[in-house]
């Protein structure tokens, strides 16, 4: 490491140190931590360096070395360890005798600090995908731009030939793996599996990528033909607690022998490449699929290059072009495409990346939930100093007293700041708890392994410890130079009175609190919307009582089909390789455009057959679908959606049939025109598609439409049947309802994580209420007996005590209101299909703010409302 870019320590801890230790004593502390920070920074590394660094500097924050104010009365008594005692014994008494304001202020101050704990762990985990991965900085995904007369697609994957070539060719490439997810047929003895997570990948996985192998060589694990490693889940799940090394099983339909020559742990819960069982590269390319490596034109597989150190990355880059020219130029001429490379920086792909993937995140969620957490300890903050300002006409004489038998004001502060850090500290003691009970419940609710237990967050509980002492000085700092700045002869004369600015101050406050609540009310009803409008918006399809089911049948296929009609229950079915919901396979297209010309493009084709668009009331815009009645259908005839026919300038669906199309390997014309309808994601716009007669069904799916209420006779009547078909093979399925629903779990995750988090804010808020109401009645009891015995009524006693509340309730709602709007439609932009933002959203979130904060108020103005007027009167 040069000189000019070693390691510092914290400024922000060397910069405290400076501002509140004496001048004399930094001499010698600067010289001691900056030694022990570089020692440290060899031996264990710059980031625990960093840490013990603050740690030290905060124990360093003792009494005896704080700078002393110049001509100021000595206080030694209270650098003393028994006067440090003395004032935590006054601030426990304090906080006891004080049960409400104590539990309120803990309660509120321990339920956000978890929420925060818990949000923290949530957005580290987002921002750490793939971080586990030592060389993660030099390790890139090439990505694929292809541009057709058409449009241009922006893939994630890339030909099977790019990456080895690369790695042949520029010295600059240090290693490189190719990765490729299937669901494949998995065989041993009797027990028969579809692994979803079959993950064909390069023998150099294990050393682009740091995946854990427990046994077997890294090297060559997955260098031989039908090699297979497992992990230890998977593993267990087919040989039990046997060594699985050298053992053999059967994969794919053929039943292909494989040797299992590895067993690693699993991938960790933010890593984006996942499998239960990793299969050599070789076994797809030289067995599965033949000679697919050495295709330019055949785009499939995921790539990842393991840069050299100090490679610069524009530089290397700059060879792209030529290469690409030098291998698939030819190709590309006579499709009429352009390819070019994109390469991405691992850290960036899952939240950065607009590129379609197994798995990815959102960064707009990730900023979202910080601010959530930021807003929820402000409000506990707020929950906080505004209890203890109002409380400061009780403690007034007490303040009067000290300062008349010579207390200092300093000595004053560092009492209250001191009560302040106390109450912190339980606070956190009882986040810690509230953590670990909630860590198992926030990992179902986000439905990610984001943490197995406190213990293995001590950074985040020993960060979470710092806030809370931050919390305790911040929080706690204006309350203390208030109480300590009143004049003792006023106070002990009894002429003291609430300050005019700290009335406002708490208002101001109150307003700020139930405005973010109230803002996250209007979120959430917005969410709620969103999630709900995607789950019930029509989307052009029947997907009710649809049974999919994947598997081969090969030349059973129609046999199968037919033996299921005759099932009770079974109306009808259909064979495909895709349905909604489903990836969808593409193919480069030439298809006759508006003008004449062959337009080119890469279009999302479903192979089916006759009964496919009947089946899934899909309706015609022009034309006809697939007939048995003509002969041709099954070789000649295509079927495109309205996105397509559009994509080709056609003013009118009628005007796309009849025109020309090539399309793997086929030729002949558009016989039909579907209306659009939603394949994809509601996130996502309707692009064009293609339907083709299905000529191979090849691990692909058969829709069953069930009819009748006993779907479960009828479910069991089905597998009885494919598994007198296909014994060799397990009955898989799922049902298209929740099939396609599935792809809004990422956002129902979202709306439950933000609603839970929105309720804790708004609890937090009612609490803080709760307290302000409570001195509010107290400090105003004389005046309730009084107004009583006048005879005024408990309702308008009520009113009296809760209509300043409602006032501020109603000034937050004006002021959250358009800023709630303008964040939320901001939020809907990232949804290609949006539920509208109805003015019934502000009056409902106003009324539910109210009803809560009014329904607070109540609990203690009813109560002080049917107080005994006599009692009222004689409390003073």
């Given at each position: 490491m040069e000189p000019n870019s070693a390691p510092n320590p914290p400024q922000w801890a060397t910069w405290l140190l400076h501002l509140l230790c004496a001048d004399h004593l930094m001499e010698e502390m600067d010289g001691d931590l900056e030694e022990l920070f570089r020692q440290r920074v060899k031996s264990v590394g710059i980031q625990k360096a960093r840490f013990r660094y603050m740690i030290d500097a905060f124990s360093l924050l003792r009494p005896f070395a704080f700078k002393r104010k110049k001509n100021s009365y000595p206080q030694p008594a209270y650098h003393q360890p028994a006067m440090l005692k003395n004032n935590f014994k006054i601030a426990f008494r304090n906080l006891w005798k004080h049960k409400t304001f104590t539990f309120i202020n803990v309660m509120g101050l321990s339920v956000g600090m978890s929420a925060c704990f818990l949000i923290?762990?949530?957005?580290?985990?987002?921002?750490?995908?793939?971080?586990?991965?030592?060389?993660?900085?030099?390790?890139?995904?090439?990505?694929?731009?292809?541009?057709?007369?058409?449009?241009?697609?922006?893939?994630?994957?890339?030909?099977?030939?790019?990456?080895?070539?690369?790695k042949n060719e520029f010295e600059e490439v240090e290693a490189f793996t190719r990765v490729t997810t299937r669901n494949f047929l998995v065989r041993n003895g009797d027990l028969k599996f579809k692994e979803e997570k079959t993950v064909f990948a390069d023998s150099?996985?294990?050393?682009?990528?740091?995946?854990e192998l427990i046994k077997g060589d890294p090297k060559t694990a997955l260098r031989d033909p039908m090699s297979v490693v497992f992990t230890e889940k998977t593993a267990k799940k087919y040989f039990g607690d046997s060594d699985p090394m050298g053992r053999t099983l059967l994969l794919g339909d053929d039943g292909v022998p494989a040797t299992v020559t590895g067993l690693m742990k699993e991938a960790p819960a933010n890593s984006q490449i996942k499998g239960d069982l990793f299969v050599s590269m070789s076994s797809y390319t030289e067995r599965f699929n033949k000679g697919i490596d050495k295709d330019w034109g055949a785009f499939g597989t995921t790539s990842y290059l393991l840069l050299k150190p100090g490679i610069n990355i524009e530089k290397f880059a700059a060879n792209f072009p030529p290469f690409i020219e030098k291998h698939a130029g030819q190709m590309m001429r006579e499709n009429k495409m352009a390819i070019s490379f994109v390469l991405e920086p691992l850290?960036?792909?899952?939240?950065?990346?607009?590129?379609?993937?197994?798995?990815?995140?959102?960064?707009?969620?990730?900023?979202?939930?910080?601010v959530v957490a930021i807003f929820i300890l402000l409000i506990a903050c707020i929950n906080f100093i505004n209890l203890t300002t109002a409380r400061s006409a009780?403690?007034?004489?007490?303040?009067?007293?000290?300062?008349?038998?010579?207390?200092?004001?300093?000595?004053?502060t560092r009492q209250f700041i001191s009560e302040s850090v106390l109450l912190c500290i339980i606070a956190f003691a009882f986040s810690v708890l509230l953590s670990a009970v909630s860590i198992p419940f926030f990992n179902d609710l986000s439905g990610k392994s984001i943490s197995t237990g406190i213990l293995n967050n001590w950074q985040f509980v020993a960060g979470l410890f710092s806030a809370a002492l931050l919390i305790g000085c911040i929080a706690g700092i204006y309350p203390a130079f208030v109480l300590s700045s009143f004049d003792p002869v006023v106070v002990l004369k009894g002429r003291f009175t609430t300050s005019v600015k700290g009335i406002l101050l708490r208002k101001g406050l109150v307003t700020a609190q139930f405005a973010v609540s109230i803002a996250l009310i209007i979120a959430?009803?917005?969410?709620?919307?969103?999630?709900?409008?995607?789950?019930?918006?029509?989307?052009?399809?029947?997907?009710?009582?649809?049974?999919?089911?994947?598997?081969?049948?090969?030349?059973?296929?129609?046999?199968?089909?037919?033996?299921?009609?005759?099932?009770?229950?079974?109306?009808?079915?259909?064979a495909s390789t895709n349905v909604p919901g489903s990836k969808n396979n593409e193919a480069y297209s030439e298809i006759e455009n508006a003008q004449g010309e062959m337009q080119s493009g890469n279009l999302a084709v479903y192979s089916v057959d006759f009964n496919f668009l009947q089946q899934y009331d899909l309706k015609m815009a022009a034309g006809r679908g697939f007939l048995k009645s003509f002969g041709s259908d099954s070789s000649k005839a295509l079927v495109i959606n309205e996105a397509a026919a559009k994509m080709l300038g056609y003013q009118s669906p009628q005007d796309a049939l009849g025109r020309k199309y090539k399309q793997w390997g086929r030729e002949g014309t558009i016989i039909g025109v579907v209306k659009d309808f939603h394949f994809k994601s509601l996130q996502e716009s309707i692009t064009p598609l293609t339907f083709r007669f299905l000529d191979f069904w090849n691990g692909n799916l058969l829709s069953v439409k069930i009819e009748g209420s006993n779907v479960k006779q009828t479910l069991t009547s089905i597998e009885k049947e494919w598994k007198a078909q296909n014994p060799e093979k397990p009955f898989t399925y799922y049902f298209m309802d929740e099939y396609f629903d599935r792809q809004?779990?990422?956002?129902?995750?979202?709306?439950?994580?933000?609603?839970?988090?929105?309720?804790?804010?708004?609890?937090?808020?009612?609490?803080?209420?709760?307290?302000?109401?409570?001195?509010?009645?107290?400090?105003?009891?004389?005046?309730?007996?009084?107004?009583?015995?006048?005879?005024?009524?408990?309702?308008?006693?009520?009113?009296?005590?809760s209509k300043d509340f409602l006032k501020l309730i109603l000034l937050a709602f004006i002021i959250a209101s358009p800023l709630a709007w303008f964040g939320m439609h901001k939020w809907l932009q990232n949804f290609a299909y949006q539920t509208d933002i109805e003015w019934w959203v502000f009056v409902a979130a106003a009324l539910l703010s109210a009803t809560i904060a009014f329904a607070t108020i109540s609990f203690q103005s009813i109560k002080a409302a049917l107080l005994n007027p006599v009692k009222s009167l004689r409390s003073e």
């Open positions: 923290a762990l949530y957005v580290h985990f987002e921002l750490s995908y793939d971080s586990f991965n030592k060389k993660a900085d030099r390790i890139y995904r090439l990505s694929t731009d292809l541009k057709t007369t058409s449009e241009t697609l922006n893939y994630s994957i890339s030909s099977w030939a790019f990456a080895p070539n690369l150099s996985l294990f050393n682009v990528f740091d995946f850290l960036d792909i899952y939240l950065h990346s607009k590129r379609e993937a197994e798995e990815s995140g959102s960064l707009n969620n990730v900023y979202i939930f910080s009780e403690r007034a004489r007490e303040v009067g007293v000290r300062k008349a038998v010579g207390a200092a004001r300093s000595l004053l959430t009803i917005v969410v709620y919307k969103q999630v709900n409008f995607m789950r019930s918006r029509d989307l052009g399809f029947s997907k009710d009582q649809m049974l999919v089911i994947h598997g081969d049948t090969d030349k059973k296929r129609n046999a199968f089909q037919e033996s299921l009609l005759n099932i009770s229950g079974v109306k009808s079915t259909a809004y779990r990422a956002d129902e995750r979202f709306e439950k994580l933000f609603l839970h988090f929105a309720v804790l804010a708004i609890f937090i808020s009612c609490l803080g209420l709760l307290g302000l109401a409570s001195y509010s009645t107290v400090q105003r009891t004389k005046e309730i007996g009084v107004r009583k015995v006048m005879g005024a009524s408990t309702g308008s006693i009520v009113g009296l005590l």
